[in-house]
């Protein structure tokens, strides 16, 4: 069992900032890659930025140089710094985790449960 539990969403003006948070427990046995995806009423989920293990990050163009994903893998956490807050970055914010379990040979795909982030004045 795998569990991904993110933290740090809220009410912010444009131009703010938030720090989120995604801290994965249960049987890890290790992780491929996390990440963060957010959608917006009535629009797709999209990738907002990923980092594998052992690899480069990948942003969506509408974040870069903005946003910030960073890792602690001693704590199998990952976080998103979040600057100069747009109002079209409104969205609930689902963590991601590429994860094997032990005893399990296939990497399974988890997510969050959501955390809301409003941008507004």
């Known amino acids: 069992q795998v569990q991904l539990v993110e933290s740090g969403g809220g009410l912010v003006q444009p131009g703010g900032s938030l720090r989120l948070s995604c801290a994965a427990s249960g049987r890890i046995f290790s992780i491929t890659a996390m990440g963060w995806y957010r959608q917006a009423p009535g629009k797709e989920r999209e990738l907002v930025a990923r980092?594998?293990?052992?690899?480069?990050?990948n942003y969506a163009d509408s974040v870069k140089g903005r946003f910030t994903i960073s890792r602690d893998n001693a704590k199998n956490t990952v976080y998103l710094q979040m600057n100069s807050l747009k109002c079209e970055d409104t969205a609930v914010y689902y963590c991601?985790?590429?994860?094997?379990?032990?005893?399990?040979?296939?990497?399974?795909?988890?997510w969050g449960q959501g955390t809301q982030v409003t941008v507004s004045s």
């Open positions: 980092m594998p293990s052992g690899g480069s990050t």
């Open positions: 991601n985790g590429q994860i094997f379990q032990y005893y399990r040979s296939y990497e399974e795909n988890y």
